[in-house]
C-alpha cells in the first residue's frame, strides 16, 4: 500500500512539473524568474517531505519483517546504480562547495532571478532518488509533456507574430510565451522537444498489433503536427543558439536511425517538416505584415528568408518517397519496418555509417577551430566579418566576454576554489569582486548583471570548481552511453541519450536554469526507474 502511494504521489508530481510548471506565472513577466522557482521549489520541498515519510514506513515495515524484498527501491544496495552514485557524490560536492563558499547566503538560495544555489540544487538530488525508487514508467507523463510543452510553443509562435492570447503587465520582445526571456525558452526547449521528435522516431510499436489502425494514424499524426509547432517555435524565437541545438538533434537522430529502414526513413520527413515549417513561419509574416517583433538580422530570420529549408525540404521528401517505393518493391507482403538485409550485413553498415558520421563531426569541428582562431589572429580574407568565424569578447552578444571572463576568474581562484567553487550561482558574486573582471564585465554589459559564462561547463567551473563540473559532465555523458546502450533493446531509452545530448550541446552557448535544468535531472531519474522495472516511457 505504501509503495503504491508513492508511486501515485511521484506521478502526481510529475505531472505537475511536466504540465502545470511552464505556464505558471505570478503578474506576467514581473520577477517571472522568481515566480517559476518558488512554484518549482515549494512542490518539491512539499513532495520529498511526504516521500521521506513514505519511504521510512516502507523502510520501518520491511526492516521489521526482516525482509529485504518489501523494500528494495529502498534498501537492496545490490541495487544501487552507477548513476545513483554519481548523483550522491554531486550532491556531497554541492554541499561541500556550499560549506567552503565565501558567499554562503548567495549559495544558499542563488543568485537573485536565477535561484540555482543549494537549495535547488540539493532537492532535485532527493528527488532524483525518489522518483527513481517509487516511479514505475507510463505514458500519462509523456503525454502530459508533450501536450504542455506544444502549448508553450504554440504561445510562442503568435507572441512572436504580436498576437497575444494571454494579457500580460510587461511586453516586450525578449520575453516569450510563457517562459521568460528568449534564453529561458531556448533552454526549455532544447529538453522538451526531443520527447516528440524521438516519440515519433524511435517510438515502440510491439506490443500494438491489436491497435486499430487509425488510431496508430492518429497518434502518428499529432506527433507530425507537434513536430511542426516545435520547429516553427524555434524558427520564431530568434536566437541563433536554436541551431545548435538542431545540429546535435539530427545528428544524434541520424546516428541511431541507421540502425533501422523504418526510422532512417521516418528522419527524412523529419527534415522535410523542419523545411515545411520554415516556409510556414514565412507565411505568416506575410499574412501578418509587420506583426513579426524580434530582430529582422538574425540568423534564425535569414535562414527563414533563404531557399535553404525549401530546397532540404524538397530533398529529404524525395529520399523519404524513395525509401518508401524500394521498402514496399523489397518486402512486399511483410511487416514493414523491419531493419537491414542480415545481422553481419547491417552491423558493417552501421559501422561504417558511424564512422563517416564521426569523422565528418571531428574535422568540422577541428577545420571551424582553426579557421576562427587563424581569423581572430591575423584576419582571412572574406572571414574577417563573418561572427560565426571571429571569436572576441562581443562574439555571440557578449558571450566572448562572459567565457574570457570565467576562464579568467577560475585561473585566479585559490587551490581550493579551484577543486570545490566558489559556491553554487555565486560566479555573479565572486566576478564582481574582482575590480578587473566587474570593469571588463561593466564595458560589455553595462549595467546588466552577469550571473554565468553563457556555457554551462565553464559556469559549473567557476561555481562547483573542477570536481563538481567532472561529476556532473560524468552523470551526464554516462547516461548517454547507457541509454544508447538500452535502446538497442528498448528503443524507448534513446529519447533519455537525445534529450541529454541536445540539452549539453545548447548550453555550450547557454546555462542551466529552473525551467531546463531540473527537467534534464527528472529525465535521468524516469529513465534510472524504466531501467529498474525494465519498462518503456
Known amino acids: 500500500m505504501a509503495k503504491k502511494a508513492g508511486k501515485l504521489f511521484v506521478t502526481a508530481y510529475l505531472l505537475l512539473i511536466f504540465g502545470i510548471y511552464p505556464f ?16 518549482f521549489i515549494y512542490c518539491s520541498l512539499a513532495a520529498l517531505g511526504i516521500l521521506a515519510l513514505i519511504g521510512v514506513f516502507v523502510g520501518c515495515r520491511a526492516l521489521a519483517k526482516g525482509l529485504r524484498e518489501h523494500a528494495p527501491y529502498l534498501i537492496d544496495w545490490d541495487k544501487v546504480s552507477m548513476t545513483d552514485l554519481l548523483v ?7 554541499f561541500l562547495s556550499f560549506v567552503m563558499s565565501d558567499y554562503r547566503q548567495e549559495a544558499l538560495w542563488g543568485t537573485e532571478g536565477w535561484f540555482m544555489g543549494t537549495v535547488l540544487l540539493l532537492s532535485l ?12 514508467g507510463g505514458r500519462a507523463v509523456r503525454y502530459t509533456a508533450l501536450l504542455a510543452s506544444g502549448g508553450v510553443f504554440v504561445l510562442g509562435i503568435l507572441d512572436r507574430f504580436s498576437v497575444y492570447l494571454i494579457p500580460l503587465e510587461i511586453r516586450q520582445a525578449s520575453f516569450i510565451s510563457t517562459l521568460g526571456n528568449i534564453n529561458w525558452f531556448c533552454g526549455y526547449f532544447s529538453v522538451l522537444f526531443p520527447v516528440g521528435v524521438c516519440s515519433f522516431l524511435f517510438g515502440e510499436e510491439k506490443g500494438r498489433e491489436n491497435s486499430r489502425r487509425w488510431s496508430v494514424k492518429a497518434e502518428r499524426g499529432l506527433y507530425i503536427l507537434y513536430m511542426i509547432v516545435g520547429f516553427m517555435a524555434g524558427f520564431c524565437q530568434g536566437s541563433s543558439s536554436i541551431f545548435l541545438f538542431y545540429g546535435a538533434l539530427f545528428y544524434l537522430s541520424l546516428w541511431i536511425a541507421v540502425e533501422n529502414r523504418k526510422w532512417l526513413k521516418d528522419f527524412f520527413y523529419l527534415i522535410f517538416l523542419w523545411g515545411v515549417s520554415a516556409i510556414l513561419v514565412r507565411g505568416i509574416g506575410f499574412l501578418l505584415p509587420g506583426g513579426y517583433n524580434y530582430d529582422r538580422d538574425s540568423l534564425c530570420a535569414r535562414v527563414i528568408d533563404s531557399p535553404l529549408p525549401f530546397w532540404a525540404g524538397i530533398a529529404a521528401l524525395g529520399i523519404y518517397l524513395f525509401m518508401g517505393h524500394r521498402e514496399k518493391a523489397e518486402y512486399s507482403g511483410r511487416k514493414q519496418g523491419t531493419d537491414w538485409g542480415g545481422g553481419a550485413q547491417k552491423c558493417r553498415r552501421v559501422n561504417t555509417t558511424h564512422k563517416i558520421m564521426a569523422a565528418f563531426l571531428v574535422f568540422g569541428a577541428a ?17 574577417s566579418g563573418r561572427e560565426e568565424f571571429l571569436f572576441n ?12 571572463s570565467a576562464v579568467q576568474m577560475y585561473g585566479r581562484m585559490p587551490f581550493l576554489h579551484k577543486l570545490l567553487g566558489v559556491g553554487p550561482d555565486c560566479f555573479s ?18 549595467q546588466n548583471r552577469l550571473t554565468n559564462a553563457h556555457n554551462e561547463l565553464l559556469t559549473c567551473l567557476v561555481n562547483t570548481g573542477i570536481l563538481g563540473a567532472a561529476l556532473y559532465l560524468s552523470l551526464l555523458i554516462y547516461n548517454v552511453k547507457k541509454c544508447m546502450k538500452k535502446g538497442e533493446k528498448n528503443p524507448s531509452f534513446y529519447l533519455f541519450s537525445v534529450c541529454i545530448v541536445c540539452y549539453l550541446v545548447h548550453n555550450m552557448v547557454s546555462f542551466a536554469q529552473v525551467l531546463n535544468f531540473p527537467f534534464i535531472i527528472l529525465l535521468l531519474a524516469m529513465g534510472e526507474a524504466l531501467h529498474r522495472h525494465q519498462r518503456e516511457f
Not at 538530488?125 to 514505475?136: A, I, K, L, P, Q
Not at 569578447?393 to 567565457?403: D, F, M
Open 88 to 94: 550522491l557524490m554531486y550532491a556531497a560536492e554541492i
Open 393 to 404: 569578447q562581443a562574439w555571440g552578444h557578449g558571450r566572448g566576454a562572459a567565457i574570457y
Open 367 to 383: 577545420g571551424w577551430a582553426v579557421l576562427t582562431g587563424i581569423n581572430t589572429w591575423m584576419g582571412i580574407p572574406g572571414l
Open 125 to 136: 538530488c532527493g528527488m532524483y532518488f525518489f522518483t527513481s525508487r517509487f516511479w514505475e
Open 429 to 446: 558574486a565572486y566576478a564582481y569582486s574582482l575590480p578587473e573582471t566587474a570593469v571588463m564585465l561593466r564595458e560589455n554589459f553595462g
Open 24 to 39: 505558471y506565472m505570478r503578474e506576467g513577466y514581473v520577477d517571472i524568474g522568481r515566480a517559476k522557482y518558488e512554484f
